[in-house]
């Protein structure tokens, strides 16, 4: 099965009224227009967050959907369809059947892909321990290398940035390709979970990988940029074959008649649908961050880390930091690692200067672009009601 690939993710549409609302919220400066004039998207710019979309007051900004992709893929019988979820869904997913927001629907959620025809039901929690398992890792290392632990010495330098937030990322390539080295090398969670069900768990599930589609449920439209790039072929297949968002789902749902309240909760296929519990705060922002530096506290020091205490950087807002001592048992001293979270791409430029300049305090930065975090994204409910 082909699929369709296109980077052009997020389109004004002719319901544009000329408010001028998106260009206040769009952190990339993408959107032109003046007063008056029906706007549109300079995609060169633009890194498909689809904050235009769920902020637009007239609903004139769309996301390019997967949805008739996947109804094929489910109706074809030579396919085995793997659908993951993110944990920023299922506390979502609810406000499109009338529950409250926050209410966590995740056995409904998963009833309810089995019923829509899905051969295997997965959490992206399994590939987002991996992640935090890799990003932790990547920053010992760099961690040894900065302080000349022998051995260590090609390690990539620091401060490391996060790198599963891919509006993050295509930012970064497109106005600072000076700052790539300093990003970590770790695949997001759907990019990992798209590679391990292709590679392991199609083996375990004796499944060929070209008769594997997966999809991914994300709170999400950069996502489905995410799965195109060229890159991201590490099973020999692309690895994730299409992206719903939360929205997408909640209207498959409805549109195959499901009566979503009333079903019961079940729990997600085990192969690779367990999980420490630990990814669980990846969906909002300084989650990332977080699980990787008790990963690495752990490896280093041996011993648990407590509360990581954030504090607001006094005029930059959306920018938090701390300092987490870590005991290294090789070098039988502490070492400071200041740490950064940066909420939102419009404050990120003046971290990423302070890097290239030589005069950043950081160790340790993450980048997500959505206000809060994922459970924010462009790919969530909207809530019309609060214009
Ligand atoms: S917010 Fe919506 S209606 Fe207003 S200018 Fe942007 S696209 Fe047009
Ligand atoms: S998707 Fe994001 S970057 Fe692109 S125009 Fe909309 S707000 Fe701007
Ligand atoms: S913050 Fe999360 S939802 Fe927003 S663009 Fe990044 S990965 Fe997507």
């Not at 074809?76 to 506390?91: F, G, H």
Request: aromatic content about 6%; overall charge neutral.
């Amino acid at each position: 099965m082909s699929t369709v690939v296109t980077k052009e993710i997020i389109h004004v549409t002719d319901r544009c009224k000329s408010c001028d609302h998106c260009t206040s919220v769009c952190p990339t400066g993408a959107i032109k227009g003046r007063l008056g004039e029906k706007h549109y998207i300079d995609h060169k710019k633009c890194v498909n967050c689809g904050q235009c979309l769920i902020n637009c007051p007239f609903g004139a900004i769309v996301d390019m959907s997967m949805a008739e992709q996947v109804k094929k893929a489910l109706a074809d019988p030579s396919k085995v369809v793997v659908v993951q979820t993110a944990p920023a869904v299922r506390v979502a997913l609810g406000e499109e059947f009338g529950l409250e927001p926050g209410a966590n629907v995740k056995g409904k959620m998963f009833a309810a892909l089995r019923r829509l025809g899905f051969d295997k039901v997965y959490d992206t929690e399994f590939a987002a321990d991996l992640t935090i398992m890799e990003e932790g890792t990547e920053l010992i290392h760099r961690i040894f290398a900065h302080v000349g632990v022998p051995g260590y010495e090609k390690s990539g330098p620091l401060p490391q940035f996060t790198s599963c937030c891919p509006a993050w990322i295509k930012y970064a390539e497109d106005r600072y390709p000076k700052i790539l080295p300093h990003i970590s090398s770790a695949k997001s969670p759907q990019q990992m979970f798209g590679a391990v069900a292709k590679t392991y768990a199609a083996q375990k599930l004796n499944v060929n990988p070209a008769d594997m589609y997966v999809v991914s449920i994300m709170p999400c439209t950069a996502k489905k940029y995410e799965c195109q790039r060229e890159e991201m072929i590490a099973s020999g297949f692309q690895d994730v074959d299409a992206v719903l968002t939360t929205r997408e789902l909640a209207q498959m749902i409805k549109d195959a008649g499901i009566n979503f309240l009333s079903l019961p909760d079940e729990k997600a296929d085990r192969l690779i649908g367990s999980s420490t519990g630990a990814a669980t705060i990846f969906g909002v922002t300084g989650g990332v961050m977080e699980a990787a530096l008790r990963t690495a506290y752990e490896i280093l020091s041996g011993q648990s880390l407590g509360n990581v205490e954030f504090k607001t950087v006094r005029g930059r807002k959306p920018i938090r930091e701390a300092t987490v001592n870590i005991p290294i048992k090789e070098l039988g001293k502490t070492v400071p690692v200041n740490v950064c979270i940066v909420s939102g791409l419009k404050y990120v430029n003046e971290v990423i200067e302070d890097v290239l300049a030589g005069r950043s305090k950081y160790h340790f930065i993450e980048v997500m672009n959505c206000p809060g975090g994922c459970i924010n994204g462009g790919g969530q409910p909207i809530r019309r009601d609060t214009y």
